[in-house]
């Protein structure tokens, strides 16, 4: 039992399922008669992906069952052909008429298959830019297959606004024309009259006053009119019957030249080359954006050209209207009416707009929303031009005031000659002033360079008369007890050793006090090369060993190997001696000293170098003093050595000369540690 219960429960959810997923009938009953139809609840729809089936594959009943209802919200067909299906019900006795507006696909087939025959009711092509289809539906069931096919895939925002605005809309325009026919004739007769009167008055003001202006104008006019009268079938009916490219070249291309005119006459209105030039790029780019449907059109683009032209006029209008409001400030005239004018108009376009896709409902005025607006816009234009043209009169008359104004600009004019005078007066002491107050500068430039003159002499008589005359007063002693033979051999060669010293120490000083003297007068030359630092450091550490060996002192060198550095040789030599001379000097026996050299963290273009000793050390005081030329000092070494206190001025002259700085860390009795840079190839040398 429970057994059939089951069959009986999966049987009806089966045929509610089949019930549910079948898509209803459109059913057409005798009265419905002008009657607007929504299709979406009755269409079906089929993916061709193999963009090979036709009618008659299409009708076989295993491809029949492939068919299912339209969900238009999560549609996302990226195949190049669909098939939809329409199931209709006449109940009439009496065929109907049925008008189809298609959407802008490339290419589209209408089949109509009934009990008695199955035939191809209609075919177009977007490059026949026809918008509506008329068939006649036959009475009792019949079938509609609508074979939409593509070049390139077909995308939801192609097909949704198709379908659910323009794909099949009844006897909904006719029945709208036959109870609106009076009001839309009037409005179309209305219009057309407002145009000519408009065009005629403005081509007369256009030959009389000769302004590009009213060109512009009124080529809207007539570029607008055109489109218009066309649109609404007035050319048919009083002209002649429709060229089969009526759409392009009655319709679409007036309609391209009439919004170029539109950014023409408001950039030449506003004048914004002048006024605003920015704004004028802008709307110059405008027209090439315009002008660009002519491409279209000459290479036979016709499938995207109404759409395309649809933007690119939506983006003019909106760029018309911004261009306006931004003008308001900038323009010296009134342009009141224009910007009303074109705030009127494109609130006539958006009427149109929401009416042509149903936000709102249709009634003559919404249906003429933009041509309302246009009316409003081309006579507000009007009064625009007209006041334009007050402006320029009350220019001339201002003109004509200022003509008079300029015999007392004469007497102005003199007055400001004899200002003039006096401002050059006044200029001339100026110069004089500032002359004065160069040379003051120059002087005391001078004076300092007196002051650093006297520094430099009196530091060479301080040498002069302490370092060098001590030794040579030694020497002068040692020879006259050598005279009076009162001293013994070993005596004699304990104080020729002893000579020996001081001459070597003398001629250490003499060349130490040579280089900073020629340093100081600005006479040396700088012949940089580049310098092996490990070469040269081992050079002078084998220079400075005996002294090293007998004060028992370790030299060491932690130079790396290819070490280099972009100095001149001598410079470099003498820093470095006097650098290893001064930490022996200062280290106590069993002390070290320690040459090494590193990368500089901040530029690797240069070479640091540093001397360290385990020494006496300095004091705060002392560091401060070392490298100024306006203090003279020595100190002596640990064993009574003495020197000049040119060692280091002269380190720093020839590190600066090199394009390098020099500085010192040092701790009281535990050692000092001197560094200098120099930089690894050529570079600007800075002081």
Sequence with gaps: MFRYFFLFV?????????????????????????????LLPYLQILVDSTTQKNLNAILLPTVQKQFHRLDIESLDIKAKSIWLRLDVDNKSDTAKKIGLQFGYFEHLTIYLASDTLTKKVAQRSFKRLEDVEYVMLPPHKSTFYFHINRSQPIYISQVKPAIDFAFL??????????????????????FIGAISVMLCYNLILLIILKDKNYLYYVLCLFSFGI????????????????????????ILIPVIFYVLFQLLFTRSFLDLPKNMPFLNKIALFLCFLVGSNFLLIAFGAYEYLQIYLMICSGIANLGILCISLLAIRKVKSNITFYLIGNILYNIGVIIYVLDLFQVIESNIYTVNGMLVGNILEMMLFSLALANKINEAKRDLMEEKLLKEQEKKIIILEQNKLLEEKVEQRTYELQESNNKLQQTLKTVELQTEELVKNNLFKDKMFSIIAHDLRSPLGALKGTLALLAIDALSKEEINSMTNDVKRRLDALDVTLNDLLQWAKSQMQGATISSEIIDIQENINQKIALFLPIAEDKKITLLNHIPKNTIAYADLNQF????????????KFTSPN???????????????????????TGLGMKEEQMKQLFENKTHFTTRGTKGEKGTGLGLLLCKDFVVQNGGRIWVKSELNKGSCFYFTLPKSPTKISN
Excluded: M
């Design 10 to 38: 999966f049987v009806c959810l089966t045929v509610i399922q089949l019930f549910a997923g079948n898509t209803p009938t459109l059913v057409l009953n005798p009265t419905d008669h002008y009657k607007r139809i929504s």
């Design 169 to 190: 809309h009844g006897e909904y325009y006719d029945y709208f024309w036959e109870t609106n026919k009076v009001g839309l004739r009037y409005f179309s007769l209305l």
């Design 227 to 250: 489109a218009d009268f066309s649109e609404r079938g007035l050319y048919e009916e009083l002209v002649a019957p429709a060229p089969p490219t009526y759409f392009l070249w009655l």
């Design 573 to 584: 030599r003498a820093i470095i001696r006097n650098l290893i001379a001064n930490a022996i």
């Design 591 to 613: 002390g070290v000293v320690i040459v090494g050299a590193e990368e500089e963290e901040k530029d690797t273009n240069f070479v640091t170098i540093w001397v360290k000793d």
